[in-house]
């Protein structure tokens, strides 16, 4: 049974910082991109950052400079460092497993239940 455990979240001040962690168990994690999402109230779930196999990152434009997405294949987790975090940041953030296509990232049939990250103005 695959299942992608997400944690880290709360509620921080603007300014401040979280580190998300995803815990990936029943796949071959080294063998997979993954990614970070977030979905606000009302949004689409929009790609916030996705990192290869290898551990090449990328990042949205929206988060670049202040977000670092990495991963320990040896301890298959993913994660997510969030600082000069701002109240549009705010969101349930959820880890995915994936692949590349065209280097363009595709997200796969796993998600996590997500963590809820609030940021106070």
């Known amino acids: 049974q695959v299942q992608l455990v997400e944690s880290g979240g709360g509620l921080v001040q603007a300014g401040g910082s979280l580190r998300l962690s995803c815990v990936a168990s029943?796949?071959?994690?080294?063998?997979?991109?993954m990614a970070w999402y977030r979905q606000a109230p009302g949004n689409q779930r929009d790609l916030v950052a996705h990192?290869?196999?290898?551990?090449?990152?990328n990042l949205a434009d929206s988060v670049k400079g202040r977000f670092t997405i990495s991963r320990d294949n040896a301890k298959n987790t993913l994660f997510l460092q969030m600082n000069s975090l701002k109240p549009e940041d705010t969101a349930v953030y959820y880890c995915?497993?994936?692949?590349?296509?065209?280097?363009?990232?595709?997200?796969?049939?796993?998600w996590g239940q997500g963590t809820q990250v609030t940021v106070s103005p």
């Open positions: 990192i290869s196999r290898g551990g090449t990152p």
């Open positions: 995915n497993a994936g692949i590349y296509k065209s280097r363009t990232y595709l997200p796969g049939n796993y």
């Open positions: 029943g796949i071959a994690f080294s063998e997979y991109a």
